[in-house]
């Protein structure tokens, strides 16, 4: 990094930028009746996330990530429940909207591929390759508007119906996908009063009596399915054995999975350990909880908590709450997802008020985030050894909030870590020189470059320098004293020679005195 560059952003980090608040709404989208589905996906292959809502005036709409309607398809009755996937294989995402009586399959541009008719309401979707063929398979549970009539099915690309199972009597709400029986392939958990694990064929592999409806089904990445039920939490193992229930302060609506802890959505959100299977904390709304979801919406490694109810609310994993926003209607679904790829996590809601609310960081936090993880890379590299580029990264992150003192002190003891550098630099170039001169015998540029090195290392506190500059001083002025006596002894002796013989007797002895005189003086400077 040049000096202008350096410049330049030591005169912009004069500017600050306040710590708003860390979330905002960023717009809503009004629908015509109450938002039953929320889901997300590419539609249009441009690293962007479009976002997909069901509802129950009948449309599933697709809006961008500025609000803004792309296309809406009617289904001629109310939908349920949205989700995307490439079943098709072309590398781009359908869109399966479940609706009062059928599938509805429409591609990433909002025209209807086909229908598959199930005769009942289709409250959740999902989609896996259950057999490894490289085909999907789409399943889906289905219910009558009573209960009383409740069915899954297993259905192909085409549309054709691979297996389904019809149940009467009990409202089957819970869905989901796992290999529990650990033969490579996917099986599938639906739960109405019983959990029931199928594999890929449509066979029992075991069940387990809840003695409750079900409402939710999540397999957690520790491999545990955590069952909601009436107002208790089921945590089962792959073999269908019971872990632990744990008791709710109510209805048991939702249930998140991140890291070490469970987090469960009843009349107060709770936290649970995953090592000790015991609640924390809790939280409360004034109102049932219905939905939620933990993920790490800034990136900094740990978990937030957004959980629906009477407000869209996200707290942090100690309890406490951070950002919180009351629709004029309860919460009916969320997703939280990096939509526009800036590294921070949006928060996507639908509500009975019928909109979509979506909301995101503040400008001015993304900042923050941004200086914070900056003047971490300028620590790391600092710890390294390279200083320049450190100095380049604390200097952003000074830019870009300069009312931190850690970042403004970081850039200070960089810039006089690079101060001393060049000092350094200099000496070892100067001394150098110094010591070249002095091995040609050429004592006077040799001291002068000496001194230099000497009032280089002492302003810069350079001991070892100095230690050096002494050093090589001392030598050069002997030797200096040395030349000046050897000069002056062949002076003596050329002005005696030259003298008349008359004088040879006189002149042999001083002669001979001057040659003892000059060996004394050749073993005392160390030549001989």
Not at 26 to 52: F, M, N, V
Not at 210 to 218: H, N, Q, T
Not at 287 to 308: K, L, P, R, Y
Not at 438 to 465: C, D, K, V
Request: charged letters at 20%; proline letters at 1%; glycine letters at 10%.
């Amino acid at each position: 990094m040049n000096f202008k560059s350096i410049t330049l952003l030591l005169l912009f980090s004069v500017f600050a930028s306040a710590i708003n608040p860390q979330l905002t709404l960023d717009w809503k989208y009004r629908a015509r009746a109450s938002i039953t589905g929320i889901e997300t996906a590419d539609l249009d292959g441009d690293g962007i996330l479009e976002i997909l809502a069901s509802s129950n005036d009948g449309y599933v709409y697709a809006l961008n990530s500025s609000g803004n309607l792309l296309w809406r398809v009617y289904s001629r009755c109310q939908m349920f429940s949205v989700k995307a996937e490439d079943i098709t294989g072309d590398g781009k995402p359908e869109v399966l909207a479940g609706g009062c009586r059928h599938l509805q399959i429409i591609d990433n541009s909002g025209s209807e591929m086909f229908k598959y008719h199930v005769g009942l309401e289709i409250h959740d979707i999902d989609v896996s390759d259950l057999d490894g063929d490289g085909i999907m398979e789409i399943v889906m549970i289905a219910h009558s508007f009573s209960g009383s009539q409740s069915s899954v099915s297993v259905v192909a690309p085409n549309g054709q119906t691979l297996w389904r199972k019809d149940f009467s009597g009990a409202r089957i709400r819970g869905l989901a996908l796992a290999d529990v029986n650990g033969d490579g392939n996917t099986d599938i958990l639906v739960a109405g009063r019983s959990l029931v694990a199928y594999d890929r064929f449509g066979r029992v592999l075991w069940s387990v009596n809840l003695g409750a409806s079900c409402e939710r089904i999540v397999v957690s990445d520790d491999g545990r399915i955590l069952v909601g039920a009436s107002n208790r939490l089921f945590i089962i193992d792959f073999n269908g054995n019971i872990l632990k229930i744990v008791d709710a302060a109510g209805m048991v609506f939702d249930v998140a999975d991140f890291e070490g802890n469970y987090f469960l959505a009843s009349a107060s959100l709770a936290k649970i350990s995953k090592t000790s299977l015991e609640k924390s904390w809790s939280a409360y709304d004034g109102q049932d909880f219905t939905v939620v979801v933990a993920d790490d919406i800034d990136g900094f490694g740990s978990a937030e908590v957004v959980a629906g109810g009477k407000s869209i609310n996200v707290f942090g994993l100690d309890g406490g709450m951070l950002w919180d926003y009351s629709p004029y209607l309860s919460v009916s679904g969320l997703k939280v997802v990096d939509v526009d790829g800036d590294g921070f996590k949006e928060v996507i809601a639908g509500a009975r008020d019928f909109n979509v609310y979506y909301v995101k960081h503040t400008t001015s936090y993304i900042k923050s985030v941004e200086a914070e993880r900056t003047y971490m890379d300028a620590v790391n590299l600092k710890d390294e050894g390279r200083i320049d580029d450190a100095l380049e990264f604390a200097l952003k992150s000074v830019s870009i909030n300069p009312s931190v003192e850690k970042y403004v002190f970081l850039r200070d003891t960089l810039l006089e870590m690079m101060e001393y550098d060049a000092a350094e630099t200099e000496f070892r170039i100067v001394f150098s020189q110094a010591q070249s001169f002095a091995g040609q015998n050429r004592f006077e540029q040799a001291l002068e470059y000496a001194e230099r090195a000497l009032n280089i290392s002492t302003s810069m506190g350079y001991e070892a320098g100095v230690r050096e500059s002494f050093e090589l001083i001392g030598y050069i002025e002997a030797e200096q004293d040395r030349l000046s006596v050897l000069q002056t002894t062949t002076t003596l002796l050329k002005s005696s020679f030259t003298a008349g013989g008359a004088n040879l007797k006189l002149i042999a002895p001083v002669a001979g005195l001057l040659t003892l005189f000059f060996i004394f003086i050749l073993v005392y400077s160390g030549r001989i």
